[in-house]
């Protein structure tokens, strides 16, 4: 499933809101279907270190298979319990680790369009992330988490502290004000930009370095104050996140 930042945002405009969205699940073909209900895939909502291994958990359909898979073919699984929560341990990778979602239901597979990614064997960011969308970051993160781009539009997002009523967003000369949702996520579109540039957010200035080479395999590095990541998303995909350090320079 391929879609553009550029595609995301018509959409968005249209429902007066900023925020990208996963796509809509498709009915499984058996187990849930015989009460109507609609299979979807699973969410990562956190990921905590336990000496060696790490935990990953979220939500997922009830008692339903989700299963985490790897491009070297590795993979790891656990079942959800009656309310649709997970927990899956894996080693703490070595190096930097991609994995692919999937929900098992049956003999019915739902794939998740997201991607966990795992930088540094877990010391640095761990996000998800999400094709035309905002990349979640799930680790401690600053006020800008990350700044997704197709090589069209970019998408700025972080997280608000609770209670926060607004957030300002300086870049190119625009002021933005963004409403964070209920739990303090927020997005926002910048308009396209060749080469670095300054942005400035909730009192701090980050220094974006600009799109990642083009690459059509996984590629992470350090740019400037934070990790510069160029992936492909399911239908060929491709994108660039940057990843904000927590701490500044």
């Known amino acids: 499933m391929k879609r553009a930042i550029l595609s995301t945002v018509a959409a968005v405009l249209a429902a007066a809101a900023v925020a990208c969205s996963p796509a809509a699940p498709r009915q499984a073909e058996t187990g849930p279907e015989a009460d109507g209900d609609w299979s979807r895939p699973p969410a990562i909502e956190r990921v905590e270190r336990a000496g060696s291994a790490l935990i990953v958990s979220g939500a997922a359909e009830s008692q339903a298979r989700v299963v985490l898979r790897s491009d070297d073919g590795a993979a790891f699984a656990a079942s959800a319990d009656p309310r649709g929560r997970f927990e899956i341990r894996l080693p703490a990778p070595v190096g930097h680790l991609l994995l692919r979602p999937e929900t098992q239901v049956g003999q019915d597979t739902i794939p998740s369009p997201d991607r966990l990614l795992i930088l540094a064997a877990g010391q640095g960011p761990i996000v998800v992330l999400r094709p035309g969308g905002a990349t979640r970051r799930l680790d401690a993160a600053p006020a800008l988490g990350a700044i997704d781009s197709d090589g069209r539009m970019r998408l700025a997002s972080g997280r608000a502290a609770p209670g926060t009523d607004g957030v300002e967003v300086r870049s190119g000369g625009e002021i933005l004000q963004v409403a964070p949702d209920a739990q303090g996520r927020w997005s926002v579109m910048l308009a396209p930009r060749e080469g670095s540039e300054q942005i400035h957010v909730a009192g701090r200035d ?21 990790w510069r990541i160029r992936w492909t998303g399911p239908g060929g995909a491709r994108q660039s996140t940057w ?3 927590l701490a500044g320079p």
């Open 206 to 226: 980050f220094t974006w370095p600009g799109e990642a080479a083009p690459s059509r395999d996984l590629t992470v590095e350090r740019s400037g104050s934070g």
């Open 243 to 245: 990843l904000p350090d």
